[in-house]
């Protein structure tokens, strides 16, 4: 890869990288396919070596020497085809103090088998880095007037903003945020994210075992129906096999973990942990994760919805919006150092959609609306949450779809902002 300077769009892990490369001796570079991995490492390598390449497969695998002499620091992209590398490059940063020797970038997680093929986590030497597909921040579709370091600050000013309209929504979350997608036309941004899900359906779901294309298909149906959603691993079950044949049917909570299981390693799925810190009434707060596809698009792949579909299902649309939201706040959050999470009281029933926490310990507290009409409720549900919390929210927000401002409530301190007015 001949890496362009001004082809690149700035990624917000690049100055992460930059500062990893400074103090460990390798960097991590991990995500799901297609976000981006290997082009945003490539600004910062001065050599490059690919380990699908045939040839330099095959002289990797007789001598890691082979591959690994060239200019630091030095990129090996896809080393997980030759997971022993890990550890010689773990050893090659251990003889000596020199920083930034190399970058790794892989599609997926250690599988389980590899414990018998890497002795050494790399802890010290091998920093990670996790990267998702572009943000609405990262791709210049956010005007960047609301930002998460300014609510947190007090110092967001209001200001009028200019929103795109909900089928321009719409498009943002069929097309997600892979790079590739971004100047496809219109009518064609379904492709990419139809043409990732046959990737993975038809190779990557099978490592040491072999997993059934059709039933893998209804976990990610089930997951997509659920996008957004607290939702358990028996409902998953019960939702699976009341959609499926009997021949696609799962057979048991263990196959369904086991397919779960796959997907994480692979960054399909994502899910969003329960904050649970400060309530008032700790033993009524819900432990359960919320589900995510790593993009939104995917969601919408698996289910075969266009932009004409979900404006004609406001309430599929709804739910894809706060899927879009929620990934560009962790997104944010996680530059910022600091984690997402979401809230539920389960006797109450009392929810909010999103909990970002800074890396001090303070927090933010966000619910997610696709219409400004929906403001008065999400007030009420941020002032409710908020009455029950010993240590208060350092801010609390609304996003929208349509809002044509950024603007703090005088009485509540709330702030109210369309998402494609947000940066870090």
């Known amino acids: 890869m001949n890496f362009n300077e001004n082809e690149y769009?700035?990624?917000?892990?690049?100055?992460?990288?930059?500062?990893y490369l400074r103090v460990f001796g390798a960097v991590s570079v991990e995500g799901p396919k297609w976000c981006g991995k290997t082009w945003s490492s490539s600004k910062f390598a001065n050599s490059v070596i690919y380990?699908?390449?045939?040839?330099?497969?095959?002289?990797?695998?007789?001598?890691?020497?082979?591959?690994?002499n060239e200019k630091a620091p030095e990129l090996i992209d896809e080393w997980i085809k030759i997971p022993e590398i890990w550890d010689k490059v773990r050893r090659k940063c251990d003889e000596n103090s020199k920083k930034g020797k190399y970058i790794l970038t892989c599609s997926t997680k250690l599988m389980d088998n590899m414990n018998q093929r890497i002795f050494h986590s790399?802890?010290?030497?091998?920093?990670?880095?996790?990267?998702?597909?572009?943000?609405?921040?990262?791709?210049?579709?956010?005007?960047?007037?609301?930002?998460?370091?300014?609510?947190?600050?007090?110092?967001?000013?209001?200001?009028?903003?200019?929103?795109p309209s909900l089928e321009e929504i719409a498009t943002l979350i069929v097309r997600g945020g892979w790079p590739n997608n971004l100047t496809v036309d219109k009518k064609l941004i379904s492709l990419i994210p139809?043409?990732?899900?046959?990737?993975?359906?038809?190779?990557?779901?099978?490592?040491?075992?072999?997993?059934?294309?059709?039933?893998?298909?209804?976990?990610?149906?089930?997951?997509?129906?659920?996008?957004?959603?607290?939702?358990?691993?028996?409902?998953?079950l019960k939702d699976i096999n009341d959609f499926s044949t009997s021949n696609d049917t799962l057979e048991s909570r263990r196959t369904l973990s086991d397919y779960l299981d796959v997907l994480k390693r692979l960054y399909i799925i994502e899910d969003q942990e329960a904050y649970s810190i400060n309530y008032?009434?700790?033993?009524?707060?819900?432990?359960?994760?919320?589900?995510?596809?790593?993009?939104?698009s995917l969601a919408c792949a698996v289910l075969n919805l266009n932009v004409?579909?979900?404006?004609?299902?406001?309430?599929?649309?709804?739910?894809?919006?706060?899927?879009?939201?929620?990934?560009?706040?962790?997104?944010?959050?996680?530059y910022l150092g600091g984690k997402l999470y979401h809230f539920r009281d389960n006797v109450s029933g009392l929810e909010v959609d999103a909990i970002i926490e800074f890396p001090d310990g303070e927090y933010g507290a966000i619910e997610i609306k696709l219409g400004n009409n929906?403001?008065?409720?999400?007030?009420?549900?941020?002032?409710?949450?908020?009455?029950?919390?010993?240590?208060?929210?350092?801010?609390?927000?609304?996003?929208?779809?349509?809002?044509?401002?950024?603007?703090?409530?005088?009485?509540?301190?709330?702030?109210?902002?369309?998402i494609t007015a947000l940066k870090p």
Do not use: C, W
Request: hydrophobic share 35%; net charge positive.
């Open 122 to 163: 790399g802890a010290g030497r091998i920093a990670r880095l996790k990267m998702y597909p572009m943000s609405l921040f990262e791709s210049n579709i956010s005007t960047k007037e609301a930002s998460l370091t300014d609510m947190y600050n007090g110092t967001q000013k209001s200001k009028s903003v200019k929103v």
């Open 308 to 334: 004409d579909k979900l404006m004609n299902d406001l309430n599929m649309f709804g739910l894809m919006f706060e899927a879009l939201v929620e990934r560009d706040l962790r997104i944010y959050i996680e």
């Open 374 to 418: 929906k403001e008065k409720e999400a007030r009420d549900t941020l002032l409710k949450f908020s009455e029950n919390m010993k240590k208060k929210p350092k801010f609390m927000a609304i996003i929208t779809g349509n809002s044509t401002y950024v603007v703090k409530d005088e009485k509540t301190g709330i702030y109210t902002l369309p």
């Open 194 to 236: 139809t043409s990732y899900l046959e990737s993975i359906l038809s190779k990557d779901i099978n490592d040491d075992k072999k997993r059934d294309r059709n039933k893998m298909m209804m976990v990610l149906r089930s997951l997509a129906r659920n996008e957004t959603t607290i939702v358990s691993n028996q409902t998953l």
């Open 9 to 19: 769009m700035p990624r917000l892990v690049d100055n992460t990288l930059k500062n």
């Open 51 to 68: 380990l699908d390449d045939k040839e330099t497969f095959e002289k990797a695998s007789l001598n890691f020497d082979l591959v690994l």
């Open 280 to 296: 008032r009434s700790p033993s009524r707060v819900g432990k359960s994760v919320k589900r995510h596809f790593t993009d939104p």
